[in-house]
T-cell receptor, first 111, second 118 residues
Framework: ETGVTQTPRHLVMGMTNKKSLKCEQH?????MYWYKQSAKKPLELMFV???????ENNSVPSRFSPECPNSSHLFLHLHTLQPEDSALYLC??????????FGSGTRLTVV | AQKITQTQPGMFVQEKEAVTLDCTYD???????LFWYKQPSSGEMIFLIY??????QNATEGRYSLNFQKARKSANLVISASQLGDSAMYFC???????????????FGQGTTLQVKP
């Protein structure tokens, strides 16, 4: 247990479904992040939240919709995804300085 | 422009031997941090070691050490006395800026897959 909890661990969804990924941290960190990790690609930063305000959106398609109700929780709402969106989605948190603490990830398969 | 480069897609090492995983970076910032993470097949990213740009000594954490050569912009990870449990993907990452209010995005390299042979 790293201190960052992601649920679910695995998710299979159809292209017309709507689902949400959840990330929770109680480390007192102020920043939270969503990363996408596809096979044989570097981790891609998707969204950054600092004190629950979105500070970065790396040209992510609108079918991915993040939500950060407070500094401890981060969601990624998914709708009408494509098969190429299948990947490992990692959540992380950090202080402004210092390293990141990652969750165990959600392995998403879009069918 | 890619800022973190790991040129070794895959590496093999014999158990109990040492191995060096290469990482070069590019930044115009004077203040930055360099990190190494381990990712086993389970998917979690495990923090291994950190080197600040102003740190004069190479970082060490148990069997892990970071060979920091600032002028060459390299931050190689050295794993001594390899164990079978070290088999995993290893990522080098850089975080620019250390000031408050700066979320300092962590940018990752492509990763190196390490296999430890018994």
């Amino acid at each position: 247990e790293t201190g960052v909890t992601q649920t679910p661990r695995h998710l299979v969804m159809g292209m017309t479904n709507k689902k949400s990924l959840k990330c929770e941290q109680h480390l007192g960190h102020n920043a939270m992040y969503w990363y996408k990790q596809s096979a044989k690609k570097p981790l891609e930063l998707m969204f950054v939240y600092n004190f629950k305000e979105q500070t970065e959106n790396n040209s992510v398609p609108s079918r991915f919709s993040p939500e950060c109700p407070n500094s401890s929780h981060l969601f990624l709402h998914l709708h009408t995804l494509q098969p190429e969106d299948s990947a490992l989605y990692l959540c992380a948190s950090s202080h402004n300085i210092g390293g990141y603490t990652f969750g165990s990830g959600t392995r998403l398969t879009v069918v | 422009a890619q800022k973190i480069t790991q040129t070794q897609p895959g590496m093999f090492v014999q158990e109990k031997e040492a191995v060096t995983l290469d990482c070069t970076y590019d930044t115009s910032d004077q203040s930055y941090g360099l990190f190494w993470y381990k990712q086993p097949s389970s998917g979690e990213m495990i923090f291994l070691i950190y080197q600040g740009s102003y740190d004069e000594q190479n970082a060490t954490e148990g069997r892990y050490s970071l060979n920091f050569q600032k002028a060459r912009k390299s931050a190689n990870l050295v794993i001594s006395a390899s164990q079978l449990g070290d088999s995993a993907m290893y990522f080098c990452a850089m975080r620019e800026g250390q000031g408050s209010g700066n979320t300092g995005k962590l940018i990752f390299g492509q990763g190196t897959t390490l296999q430890v042979k018994p």
